[in-house]
């Protein structure tokens, strides 16, 4: 194709141009001998005939709908804005618009936006990371080399809270416009959420381990009694045999003197793991999956919760946990791609599982 035709594919023909291409149509002549002889492409050609056909005129006809406010120019400019700060609001970036002379509205500027595919959204919380946090969060990289026979040999460990009558999902219902708050439509709900219990857990791609409830305040005594009483019967459990590693986060009653000599004296290998890192733990999906589940049986006191909590705790499947295990490399490759940066694979709706 020659250069003038790729030219003319991306520009608009001349008027005097396209009046030539159908005083030779109404001679007689094909599309195939038009483009030859005028050096137009022959899809051009029938396109400006059929508007000739259709219309009957060759001119530029107005486009449909209300001219932009905004220029281009001045599109190109808030985007720049959104790149370099993308907290800013859509007051400021009017108040921007006005300074380069374009007039705009607070409507106007979002559907420029959406024009180079930004959109508003809700930003996500993530924990405070220092640059210590963020150089321990790479030495995650190391277990995206690890085979998946090691990665089934690590017991994942973690602990967490659930409220009696707390929600822990989002309910719908099914109502009419204004009967918002009619008993059948709402969620009751108590202060401080009726209490709650404490739980502390673990799981390897074999399964789920012990759950036990801690009473009181866990510190790192507490942290090791649990550990002496618990683990090995765990790991027991699941067949991991004593060759297995232990995972548990940098929280400050595990990296305690006693609680870092209990593995040293049993001989038990723990996992180097970075602090402020809550979501690249994968025990965090299955904490999801208890709590839904135990939201859906409704316990009425704590102890029928703890009762039900263990409960659901050894139903959870066996390939939900290995499923689970499996996302390991790719939780850690976006801790590392980030440099240290991104923390936060939610379980919820997390495409990994």
């Keep these: 194709m020659s250069e003038q035709m790729r030219i003319m594919r991306s520009k608009e023909l001349p008027k005097e141009l396209r009046d030539r291409i159908v005083a030779r149509h109404r001679s007689g002549q094909g599309y195939k001998r038009i483009s030859a002889a005028l050096k137009v492409p022959k899809s051009t050609v029938a396109s400006i005939i059929l508007k000739w056909k259709k219309f009957g005129t060759t001119r530029t006809l107005p486009g449909p709908g209300r001219p932009a406010k905004l220029s281009n120019r001045g599109r190109r400019a808030l985007v720049r804005e959104v790149k370099t700060n993308p907290k800013i609001t859509v007051a400021e970036l009017q108040r921007c618009s006005r300074e380069m002379g374009e007039s705009s509205t607070k409507s106007t500027i979002p559907a420029a936006l959406h024009q180079s595919g930004l959109s508003g959204r809700v930003a996500r919380r993530k924990p405070l990371l220092s640059a210590r946090h963020m150089k321990a969060c790479i030495v995650c990289q190391k277990h995206m080399k690890d085979s998946q026979t090691m990665r089934n040999k690590i017991l994942w460990s973690d602990e967490t809270k659930i409220e009696l009558f707390g929600v822990n999902s989002k309910r719908y219902v099914w109502r009419k416009p204004g009967t918002a708050h009619h008993l059948p439509n709402t969620i009751p709900t108590v202060k401080h959420g009726g209490g709650s219990i404490r739980l502390c857990g673990c799981f390897s791609a074999a399964g789920t381990g012990r759950l036990v409830a801690i009473e ?52 038990v290998t723990i996992v180097d793991w970075p602090s402020q890192s809550p979501d690249l733990n994968p025990i965090e999906h299955l904490w999801r999956d208890l709590k839904m589940d135990v939201h859906q049986r409704s316990p009425s006191n704590l102890t029928e919760q703890e009762r039900i909590c263990k409960e659901e705790w050894q139903r959870i499947p066996k390939s939900r946990c290995g499923k689970t295990c499996c996302i390991i490399p790719k939780k850690t490759h976006c801790c590392t791609s980030s440099k240290g940066c991104f923390y936060s694979i939610l379980s919820k709706g997390s495409e990994y599982l």
């Design 216 to 267: 009181g305040k866990m510190n790192a005594a507490k942290n090791r009694d649990i550990l002496e009483e618990n683990l090995f019967q765990s790991a027991q459990d699941l067949r991991l045999g004593r060759r297995f590693t232990f995972q548990q986060d940098n929280d400050p009653k595990h990296t305690a003197k006693i609680t870092k000599e209990w593995p040293r004296n049993n001989s």
